[in-house]
C-alpha cells in the first residue's frame, strides 16, 4: 500500500500542474485494479461513487457503456515489440517517406507554422515530424478503438494504473463534463490517444487550442493539431531558439513526448532532415 500511495501522490500532483481535478484521497485503496476483467463492474460502481460530487451523472453514465477490452489490454502488453531493434532500422522504419510530405504540409499551412513558432516558439520541423511519426498527416486511422473504453481499461489494469492511466481517465472524464468531446463515442488509438498528433487526455486539456476559428478539433482541423501541438511543447518547458539536439533541455521536453529511447531519438533526426 506505500507503494500505492506515492503513486497517487505522483499521479495528484500531475495533474494539479495540467489544471485537472486532483485525485481523491481515497482512489489508491477504492479504485482497485485487476489483471483480468472479472471485477470490471465493480470497479466502475466504484468510480462513480467516489466521484459523483465531482462530475455531472451524465458524465459518469459514460462509464455504464464501457466494456473491459481484451484487445487493448494484448495490444499494451505487445506493445514493447514496437521498439525492439536497432536506432538505425527504427529510424528507417518510422520516417520512410514522411520528409518530403512534412516539407509540403510546411508550406500549405505556412501560415500556422509561422503562428506558432511566433507564440510558442517551436519550429516548423519539429511539429511536421510528430505529426507524421504519429499518424502521417491524420492519414493513418488503423483500426481506432472507443477512447473512453481504452483508457478505462488501462486504467482498471494493473500494470500502469495509477502511475498513469487513472490519471488519463479522470482526464478523459473531465473533457466529456466540459463537452468538449464524448470520448465514449469518439474513436483513438489502442492507448486512448485522441486526435492527429495523439495527445492522451491530460495533454488535450493542457494544449489543445483553435487555431483556425472553427472550434477546438484536434481530429479533423489541421491547423488546430499544429497549434495545439506546438503549446504542448511551450507549456512542458521548450525553450524558444534552442537547439533539439540529444543532450539539450530541449530534447528533455522531446523525452516527455514519448517514454521509448528510440522514438526521442527519431524525432530530432527527422526534423532535421524536414528542415533540410
Keep these: ?33 485487476h ?4 471485477r470490471f463492474d465493480e470497479w466502475r460502481r466504484v468510480i462513480k461513487s467516489e466521484y459523483k460530487g465531482q462530475f455531472k451523472r451524465s458524465t459518469l453514465s ?51 507554422f509561422d503562428k506558432a513558432e511566433r507564440q510558442y516558439g517551436v519550429p516548423p520541423e519539429l511539429i511536421a515530424a510528430i505529426w507524421g511519426l504519429e499518424t502521417a498527416f491524420g492519414t493513418y486511422k488503423g483500426k481506432p478503438l472507443p477512447i473512453l473504453e481504452s483508457v478505462a481499461t488501462l486504467a482498471y489494469d494493473c500494470r500502469r494504473s495509477e502511475s498513469l492511466f487513472f490519471p488519463e481517465l479522470i482526464a478523459a472524464l473531465t473533457i466529456i463534463d466540459r463537452g468538449d468531446i464524448d470520448l ?21 486539456l493542457q494544449a489543445a487550442v483553435d487555431y483556425d476559428g472553427g472550434g477546438v478539433d484536434v481530429f479533423n482541423s489541421a491547423p488546430d493539431v499544429i497549434g495545439s501541438t506546438a503549446k504542448w511543447f511551450a507549456v512542458n518547458g521548450w525553450k524558444r531558439g534552442g537547439d533539439y539536439s540529444e543532450g539539450s533541455s530541449n530534447y528533455r521536453v522531446i523525452m516527455q513526448w514519448n517514454r521509448a529511447t528510440l522514438y526521442q531519438k527519431t524525432i530530432p533526426k527527422l526534423a532535421k532532415e524536414i528542415r533540410g
Design 1 to 33: 500500500m506505500q507503494f500505492k500511495r506515492a503513486m497517487l501522490v505522483l499521479a495528484t500532483a500531475g495533474l494539479m500542474l495540467a489544471g485537472l481535478p486532483a485525485l481523491k484521497s481515497i482512489d489508491a485503496e477504492a479504485a482497485f485494479c
Design 35 to 38: 489483471n483480468d476483467g472479472s
Design 62 to 112: 459514460k462509464l455504464d457503456k464501457v466494456k473491459y477490452s481484451t484487445k487493448v489490454i494484448r495490444l499494451d502488453r505487445g506493445n514493447k515489440k514496437s521498439f525492439k531493434g536497432t536506432f538505425e532500422s527504427f529510424y528507417k522504419r518510422r520516417s520512410n517517406g514522411v520528409a518530403p510530405i512534412a516539407r509540403r504540409k510546411i508550406k500549405q499551412y505556412k501560415q500556422y
Design 184 to 204: 465514449h463515442k469518439a474513436r483513438g488509438a489502442w492507448a486512448g490517444e485522441i486526435g492527429q498528433t495523439q495527445f492522451l487526455a491530460s495533454r488535450y
